[in-house]
């Protein structure tokens, strides 16, 4: 009978256990939002949802896409979305009350219907705007030559259609050569502004088409900023550079619809992989592409996205758009658009794709500050200006900075005396910005891309070995110790030797942990960082995966020289010019007569 009692008391107790874990599940179902909380929303659902929407604009550097009608955090597995279309117009009203706390200013991007008449209405979120600060996005524009990358690029940023025989490049050509020939040989800058309701600002000279940048910045509230790169074999190198030292957010590759996947079309997409920069395709010029040619190449553009591991999503509506747009930074959706510079086809579409894409890059704002330079000017009554990317901290007015490394691999400190942001002056620069300094009492000879200005905290040092771990693209023959390359490694770009490897051999597709020299200067370079490396036709990407500061190099030389010193001690004189003992230099001298007098 105690038995039994006591299994009786031991079931009960399970019992017990088991409700109070069912009782914290349901009380972990009942904290996420239900779709309709906006109706009727309490005290503690108001809280909880301006916490989530001020945390994804802590995350988003001051935007978020948020849809009313769908649950927050929900942990049912087939949730209900939306709101009875009769009663949308009450959410909305409550969801502009809590935007107004906050404070932030939301703009109706599309509604959604769902089934049983429920609808829910997807809605960007920004920040009030302020002045001199905006959201700043960098796209990387690539794709083959006679793509209609600057075609397209002046469509978008001057908002004035082309005339199917290149009138909207001219207004972005920077050189004679480039109105001559019809093709981009340098780095080009261009600039699209939004205000915060996400109407774009840019508001082109009508007589010489010319954009006021400090204008557009001051209006808008995002700014994204269009990388033209080349699209000639010829210019691969320039290329190159564009994407690793300019630091793209994303990569627009664009495709002729007439032409199709030709040239370096493959190549740029690679490029753009193997540094994870989040792709999405431009297929332009279908208003002079016949129907079957287009579908071909449509075709080929869906094998090819699949081969690189991307879902295919064709853009046909605004409701596409925002699909688009919450997904592509995880990088497995591959956005694909189909516009006409000359009709105006599907713009739209992407200009507001442009507009409420999110940012990806994490923030390290609390860290030393980082800035690695990748152009150098000379302005006459300022002197040198060093423009490049902040990749982590945050840089003020007055700030000292180290400013290297030099030949010699030395970093000298430089004051911060000026800072533009896109022709604007501004008093500080935050992580993941793009902004120009004015280098006081320094010559521009003594600046060069691929420098960096950090904060002292971090006690920089410069390399001029590294190790990295590689893997090889396409090459002719085979890699062996020795080989010479030239490396791409953010902004640096100089020729290095590959000192030691794993394999005896390297071939194409193959991996391995290798180390680098450079043959002409240290450089300043950090472990994780993506390097690309080009030789002819080789092409090979890896990440940097360890540094040998240069102080143990020195060590290492001075080393070797007491070692020479010491091996040389041991013996009894300095060696002859010759290599021949003096006695025997004697007796070769001697003829043989003198020897046998010498004898008697």
């Given at each position: 009978m105690d038995r039994i009692q006591e299994n009786q008391k031991k079931a009960a107790n399970l019992c017990e256990l088991y409700a109070e874990e069912d009782d914290n599940q349901e009380e972990q179902k009942q904290t996420g939002l239900d779709a309709q909380f906006l109706l009727h929303p309490t005290p503690e659902d108001i809280e909880k949802y301006t916490i989530h929407l001020r945390k994804l604009l802590m995350e988003g550097e001051g935007e978020c896409l948020i849809?009313?009608?769908?649950p927050i955090n929900s942990n049912s597995k087939n949730p209900k979305i939306g709101i009875p279309e009769d009663s949308i117009q009450k959410a909305i009203d409550a969801h502009q009350k809590i935007l107004e706390?906050?404070?932030?200013?939301?703009?109706k991007v599309v509604q959604r219907k769902h089934d049983k008449n429920r609808v829910s209405e997807v809605y960007l979120i920004r920040?009030?705007?302020?002045e001199k600060d905006f959201i700043e996005a960098?796209?990387?524009?690539?794709?083959?030559?006679?793509?209609?990358?600057s075609t397209l690029l002046g469509v978008l940023t001057h908002s004035a259609l082309d005339d199917g025989r290149g009138a909207a490049r001219?207004?972005?050509f920077r050189h004679k050569h480039e109105f001559e020939s019809g093709r981009?040989?340098?780095v080009g800058n261009d600039i699209l502004g939004f205000d915060v309701h996400g109407n774009v600002v840019n508001k082109p000279d009508p007589h010489n088409h010319n954009l006021d940048w400090v204008q557009i910045g001051s209006d808008c509230a995002k700014l994204v900023t269009f990388i033209d790169l080349a699209g000639h074999e010829k210019y691969l190198k320039t290329t190159i550079f564009g994407m690793t030292g300019h630091m793209p957010d994303y990569t627009m590759l664009m495709i002729g619809a007439n032409m199709g996947i030709i040239g370096t079309t493959k190549e740029h997409l690679s490029l753009a992989l193997s540094l994870q920069v989040p792709v999405y395709l431009v297929v332009t010029k279908i208003d002079m592409c016949p129907a079957n040619i287009l579908e071909e190449t449509m075709k080929n553009i869906t094998r090819l996205v699949r081969s690189a591991k991307k879902l295919p999503i064709l853009v046909r509506t605004m409701d596409d758009v925002v699909h688009a747009a919450v997904n592509f930074p995880s990088k497995k959706v591959c956005p694909i658009f189909q516009v006409s510079n000359v009709e105006g086809t599907n713009l739209p579409l992407l200009r507001q794709f442009l507009n409420i894409v999110p940012?990806?890059?994490s923030l390290n704002e609390n860290d030393p500050a980082h800035f690695q330079i990748d152009d150098i000017y000379w302005v006459d009554g300022v002197g040198t200006i060093a423009s490049g990317t902040l990749l982590s901290g945050t840089i003020r007015l007055n700030d000292i900075l180290l400013l290297g490394p030099t030949s010699n691999g030395d970093f000298q400190p430089v004051p911060i005396k000026s800072i533009h942001r896109k022709r604007m002056p501004v008093g500080i620069v935050k992580c993941g910005q793009s902004a120009s300094f004015a280098l006081k009492k320094i010559p521009k000879k003594d600046v060069r891309k691929g420098m960096v200005l950090v904060d002292p905290k971090i006690k920089p040092v410069a390399s001029m070995l590294f190790e990295a771990e590689i893997l090889v693209l396409h090459h002719p023959t085979t890699i062996k110790p020795n080989y010479q390359a030239m490396l791409h490694i953010g902004s640096v770009r100089q020729t290095a030797t590959l000192v030691s490897m794993g394999k005896e051999v390297l071939r194409t597709g193959d991996r391995d942990k290798v180390q680098?020299?450079?043959i002409r200067q240290p450089e300043y370079i950090r472990p994780g960082t993506k390097m690309v490396f080009r030789e002819g036709r080789t092409k090979a990407v890896g990440t940097v995966s360890s540094v040998v500061p240069q102080e143990s190099l020195a060590q290492q030389r001075a080393k070797a020289k007491d070692g020479r010193n010491k091996h040389y001690g041991k013996k009894s004189g300095p060696k002859p010019p010759n290599g021949k003992p003096k006695v025997e230099k004697q007796l070769e001298s001697l003829s043989i007569d003198k020897l046998a007098d010498s004898a008697a």
């Amino acid at each position: 009978m105690d038995r039994i009692q006591e299994n009786q008391k031991k079931a009960a107790n399970l019992c017990e256990l088991y409700a109070e874990e069912d009782d914290n599940q349901e009380e972990q179902k009942q904290t996420g939002l239900d779709a309709q909380f906006l109706l009727h929303p309490t005290p503690e659902d108001i809280e909880k949802y301006t916490i989530h929407l001020r945390k994804l604009l802590m995350e988003g550097e001051g935007e978020c896409l948020i849809e009313i009608g769908h649950p927050i955090n929900s942990n049912s597995k087939n949730p209900k979305i939306g709101i009875p279309e009769d009663s949308i117009q009450k959410a909305i009203d409550a969801h502009q009350k809590i935007l107004e706390k906050i404070p932030a200013v939301g703009t109706k991007v599309v509604q959604r219907k769902h089934d049983k008449n429920r609808v829910s209405e997807v809605y960007l979120i920004r920040d009030p705007p302020e002045e001199k600060d905006f959201i700043e996005a960098r796209v990387a524009v690539v794709g083959n030559v006679d793509a209609g990358k600057s075609t397209l690029l002046g469509v978008l940023t001057h908002s004035a259609l082309d005339d199917g025989r290149g009138a909207a490049r001219t207004k972005l050509f920077r050189h004679k050569h480039e109105f001559e020939s019809g093709r981009t040989s340098s780095v080009g800058n261009d600039i699209l502004g939004f205000d915060v309701h996400g109407n774009v600002v840019n508001k082109p000279d009508p007589h010489n088409h010319n954009l006021d940048w400090v204008q557009i910045g001051s209006d808008c509230a995002k700014l994204v900023t269009f990388i033209d790169l080349a699209g000639h074999e010829k210019y691969l190198k320039t290329t190159i550079f564009g994407m690793t030292g300019h630091m793209p957010d994303y990569t627009m590759l664009m495709i002729g619809a007439n032409m199709g996947i030709i040239g370096t079309t493959k190549e740029h997409l690679s490029l753009a992989l193997s540094l994870q920069v989040p792709v999405y395709l431009v297929v332009t010029k279908i208003d002079m592409c016949p129907a079957n040619i287009l579908e071909e190449t449509m075709k080929n553009i869906t094998r090819l996205v699949r081969s690189a591991k991307k879902l295919p999503i064709l853009v046909r509506t605004m409701d596409d758009v925002v699909h688009a747009a919450v997904n592509f930074p995880s990088k497995k959706v591959c956005p694909i658009f189909q516009v006409s510079n000359v009709e105006g086809t599907n713009l739209p579409l992407l200009r507001q794709f442009l507009n409420i894409v999110p940012l990806r890059r994490s923030l390290n704002e609390n860290d030393p500050a980082h800035f690695q330079i990748d152009d150098i000017y000379w302005v006459d009554g300022v002197g040198t200006i060093a423009s490049g990317t902040l990749l982590s901290g945050t840089i003020r007015l007055n700030d000292i900075l180290l400013l290297g490394p030099t030949s010699n691999g030395d970093f000298q400190p430089v004051p911060i005396k000026s800072i533009h942001r896109k022709r604007m002056p501004v008093g500080i620069v935050k992580c993941g910005q793009s902004a120009s300094f004015a280098l006081k009492k320094i010559p521009k000879k003594d600046v060069r891309k691929g420098m960096v200005l950090v904060d002292p905290k971090i006690k920089p040092v410069a390399s001029m070995l590294f190790e990295a771990e590689i893997l090889v693209l396409h090459h002719p023959t085979t890699i062996k110790p020795n080989y010479q390359a030239m490396l791409h490694i953010g902004s640096v770009r100089q020729t290095a030797t590959l000192v030691s490897m794993g394999k005896e051999v390297l071939r194409t597709g193959d991996r391995d942990k290798v180390q680098f020299k450079f043959i002409r200067q240290p450089e300043y370079i950090r472990p994780g960082t993506k390097m690309v490396f080009r030789e002819g036709r080789t092409k090979a990407v890896g990440t940097v995966s360890s540094v040998v500061p240069q102080e143990s190099l020195a060590q290492q030389r001075a080393k070797a020289k007491d070692g020479r010193n010491k091996h040389y001690g041991k013996k009894s004189g300095p060696k002859p010019p010759n290599g021949k003992p003096k006695v025997e230099k004697q007796l070769e001298s001697l003829s043989i007569d003198k020897l046998a007098d010498s004898a008697a």
